[in-house]
């Protein structure tokens, strides 16, 4: 009978010990995604060029509420993510949202923030589907 209780005993203990952390929104939207990034730059005459680039990227949790969404080889993103799914840059603008869990969709400018790499007459559009 003692057996049973401390057999039972440390059976209590180790599912305490083991217990998960909340429930992070976030992690629905981590994963590997098929990015698809439209460059647009505006030239002083008012000549707008367009480039397109395909990336086979990831977004996974960073700290308390943040995302970082890695669209290019050696391009990536912090941003803010609340739960609805709706995502702002590091000046706390709407930039976009994961309109579920397997699609994203954003889009990056200097104008709205200084953003490393990207000017005041730039702007990167960035969708991604995310695969399974």
């Given at each position: 009978m003692k057996k049973q209780i401390v057999l039972l005993l440390m059976i209590a203990a180790t599912l305490i010990a083991c217990e998960k952390s909340p429930f992070d929104y976030r992690n629905k939207y981590v994963g590997n995604y098929n990015f698809t990034n439209v460059y647009t730059n505006v030239d002083s005459a008012g000549?707008?060029?367009?480039?397109?680039?395909?990336?086979?990227?990831?977004a996974k949790t960073d700290g308390e509420n943040k995302m970082i969404v890695q669209f290019e080889a050696n391009k990536s993103q912090s941003l803010r993510i609340d739960e609805e799914g709706n995502v702002y840059n590091s000046c706390?603008?709407?930039?976009?949202?994961?309109?579920s869990e397997s699609r994203f969709q954003a889009v990056l400018s200097g104008q709205s923030c200084p953003t490393e790499g990207i000017d005041e007459n730039s702007s990167i559009a960035?969708?991604?589907?995310?695969?399974?």
């Open positions: 000549t707008i060029s367009n480039a397109t680039t395909a990336y086979l990227g990831r706390d603008t709407y930039i976009g949202r994961f309109e960035i969708v991604g589907d995310r695969k399974f």
